[in-house]
């Protein structure tokens, strides 16, 4: 019995088996990512593709790979994991929710009451040429938010849709002076009108945006717009006169979940690039113990005044949640495994960032 590594021949990363007697049993794949946590960028491994052969299974092979492949990742030098899973399995190896899952609709009809509306832009497809400009329009709206990953200048392309074996569209918008000022990314036809993600330069867009998407609505007879953007995104705000419909659903299990991998690492970076630049800001500074079943690690956040030492005893798995903004700074303090007092409650409202933290579902692997 052994494990076996090889380079992904899909994504930048690591195919991971367990092999028996010369036989591939169990099998996932750990894919390299940059993603973000409020202003601090971390690595994080990507855990995707798991799998058993049905002969197999029952055997606590996955188990044996999804242990090892924590080991792996710190290894390799990922401060966190993140994987996209199936209910009530997951949680066996400490991971935990992290991305709420909002669907926002609006009737096709009642969009229409943009058309006209659009002034000084024009779309047209995306192409290879635009490759810089996504990126840089994309990477400069998204600098702040939460689980968004860091994308590079490379060709553009996506894998998937709003949904695995739905094909991605790519729409441009262009500005009077030529440039690219704005983008969307909808689910390609036969596909229900569904829009995956939007970005603008200015808000001066979004008509010209919601222009198109109507036109493709109506050309598809589509009499419902869906779109799988965060529920504090500017583009659903601009809907609202629409009669927009969000719905928002949290998970007890299954779906966006992750965990720690290296505490000190994860921490460092979010004090170093994150923490220390809003406490430049802030009335108190901290000194704060943080333990977890993963170990202790000290932080210190800086501040004008002084505010004493505290110490936080917390699951690590709670504590992702906490400092990514998923759950509330009261309720995390009141949840089983936690404890400290007043002064950890002010630190965990300092450490939560601000916005929803999302991963727009073409990243999705």
Avoid at 101 to 116: C, H, P, Q, W, Y
Avoid at 150 to 168: I, T
Avoid at 324 to 333: D, H, M, Q, S
């Amino acid at each position: 019995m052994r494990i076996i590594n090889e380079t992904s021949r899909h994504h930048k990363g690591w195919f991971r088996a367990l092999e028996v007697e010369g036989e591939k049993v169990s099998w996932l794949n750990v894919f390299d990512y940059r993603m973000r946590i409020g202003g601090a960028v971390v690595s994080m491994g990507g855990i995707a593709g798991v799998a058993t052969s049905s002969r197999h299974r029952m055997k606590g092979y996955s188990r044996m790979l999804m242990e090892d492949s924590t080991a792996f990742m710190k290894e390799k030098g990922h401060d966190c994991a993140l994987l996209f899973g199936i209910e009530n399995f997951y949680h066996k190896f400490d991971y935990a929710p992290c991305m709420a899952e909002t669907t926002a609709k609006v009737r096709t009809r009642d969009a229409e009451g943009a058309l006209g509306e659009a002034r000084g832009f024009r779309v047209r497809p995306l192409v290879e040429a635009d490759a810089a400009a996504f990126a840089r329009l994309y990477n400069r709206a998204e600098a702040s938010r939460t689980l968004t990953l860091v994308r590079e200048a490379g060709p553009v392309r996506f894998r998937h849709g709003s949904e695995w074996r739905r094909e991605a569209d790519l729409v441009a918008v262009e500005g009077d002076k030529g440039g690219l000022a704005g983008y969307f990314i909808h689910d390609a036809f036969p596909a229900p009108t569904t829009v995956c993600e939007v970005q603008a330069s200015t808000g001066d867009a979004w008509p010209s945006i919601l222009d198109e998407i109507v036109r493709i609505a109506i050309e598809r007879r589509d009499g419902e717009i869906t779109l799988r953007l965060p529920a504090d995104h500017a583009f659903l705000s601009f809907l609202r006169r629409f009669g927009l419909v969000v719905e928002t659903r949290y998970r007890t299990t299954g779906g966006a979940m992750a965990r720690i991998i290296d505490q000190d690492a994860f921490l460092a970076k979010l004090e170093a690039a994150y923490w220390n630049e809003r406490g430049k800001g802030a009335a108190s500074r901290f000194r704060v113990t943080i333990e977890t079943e993963l170990g202790r690690t000290r932080v210190a956040v800086a501040g004008r005044k002084p505010a004493g030492k505290a110490a936080l005893e917390i699951p690590q798995a709670v504590l992702f949640q906490a400092v990514t903004g998923f759950r509330e700074p009261a309720e995390v303090l009141a949840s089983p495994g936690v404890s400290g007092g007043a002064a950890a409650l002010r630190l965990l409202e300092f450490l939560r960032p601000s916005g929803v933290p999302h991963m727009y579902s073409v990243d999705h692997f």
